[in-house]
């Protein structure tokens, strides 16, 4: 089987040094979140885990990507033995299945981050409800995988009798159910927090958080119009996008995912951006400098163990407000959850 360069063809090395920028932010962002877990002395829970999933699963969809540009990747069909081409083929089944359990992986990933800091029954069903929705987008990928063509062989190998399905068609299906899953995750807490008892700016802030979601959103939209224009008879060739926006859109979700976390690396990187007056809950100003055993002030403002901007836990209008009561939580939350006293009893660490 011939080999060429990887950073022979242009396109191939712009995109490949593209999506390892990608690849190696979204690591960081996920070493990050540890880091972030470690200075909370928060226990990993599930989502942590399935994040680690995703990851490695990114890292398998990058190297796949470097090995096609190697056998021939953006070459006419015709310019490459016939060896690479049934190896492009065979790789893209392998392929297929990477990227579908890096998203999954993601998507659950962000749902049990949910059930880390919303406790209204409500929310939690919609939750796991959203949850078998991915589970049932993974389910049907998968299947898609294996059912395209049959018999199987005729995936590397069109002489086979047989039949396939237009790929077209089915990745472009697919992508859609990928797209709905994303946006029912970005939606699914926007009346939950609006419902919260907290200030404007409080609210807008959680909204930007998770509203990221929707970046990933319009990354799903531009995959699908490549992979509904894409020309399988030429595959080599005309793969390079398709390739491109497979490893970049779960990058970016990982990424995505461990965002909300953050805070307490960055508070420790950037202490001065937290000394400012802070507000409570509702909105009023608190002295920086308030004691740390005040607990009876606490109860009133709604501050947290810290004395960092509080949200309580999250936990909609319709049911009562539960303020700190003047007690850490395992040291408390990271990040987003570092504005939560309490995290759901359903909650148990792996």
């Known amino acids: 089987m011939k080999g060429w360069g990887v950073f022979e063809i242009d396109i191939n090395r712009d995109q490949l040094i593209a999506n390892t920028v990608l690849v190696v932010i979204a690591t960081i962002l996920v070493i ?21 999933v995703a990851s490695l699963h990114l890292f398998a969809l990058l ?3 470097y090995y096609w540009a190697h056998i021939g990747m953006r070459r006419l069909i015709t310019a490459i033995p016939m060896e690479n081409t049934v190896m492009l083929y065979k790789t893209l089944i392998v392929y297929q299945i990477l990227y579908y359990d890096a998203m999954v992986c993601t998507k659950i990933s962000y749902l049990f981050f949910y059930l880390r800091i919303f406790v209204s029954k409500e929310f939690r069903l919609a939750t796991w409800i959203c949850m078998m929705c991915a589970a049932a987008y993974w389910l049907g990928a998968i299947l898609q995988v294996f059912l395209l063509c049959q018999p199987f062989e005729k995936n590397w190998n069109p ?13 472009s299906t697919i992508g859609a159910f ?47 119009r490549v992979l509904t224009t894409t020309d399988f008879s030429d595959l080599p060739y005309n793969m390079i996008w ?3 926006w497979s490893v970049t859109e779960p990058a970016l979700a990982i990424g995505n995912s461990c965002a909300p976390m953050l805070r307490p690396v960055v508070k ?4 001065n951006l937290f000394l400012s007056d802070k507000v409570d809950y509702y909105g009023n100003s608190l002295p920086v400098s308030a004691p740390r055993n005040l607990k009876v002030d606490r109860a009133k403002q709604g501050t947290e163990a810290d004395g960092e901007i509080p949200l309580t836990r999250m936990e909609d209008a319709s049911h009562s407000i539960s303020m700190y009561d003047g007690s850490t939580h395992e040291g408390s939350q990271d990040g987003c959850e570092a504005s939560f006293s309490h995290r759901p009893k359903a909650e148990h660490p792996v």
Request: hydrophobic residues 60%; positive net charge; glycine residues 4%.
């Open 178 to 224: 990928n797209l709905l899953t994303d946006l029912m995750i970005v939606f699914l807490p926007v009346r939950f927090i609006w419902q919260l008892q907290m200030n404007l700016a409080t609210k807008l802030a959680l909204f930007s958080i998770f509203g990221l979601g929707l970046f990933i959103a319009s990354i799903t939209i531009i995959r699908i």
């Open 32 to 52: 990050l979140r540890f880091i972030s877990r470690r200075i909370r002395e928060s226990k990993i829970w599930w989502d942590d885990v399935l994040c680690i």
């Open 159 to 171: 002489t086979k009798p047989g039949h396939c399905a237009n790929q077209n068609i089915a990745f």
């Open 242 to 244: 398709a390739a491109f």
């Open 268 to 271: 420790a990187i950037f202490p």
């Open 63 to 65: 190297a796949v990507e």
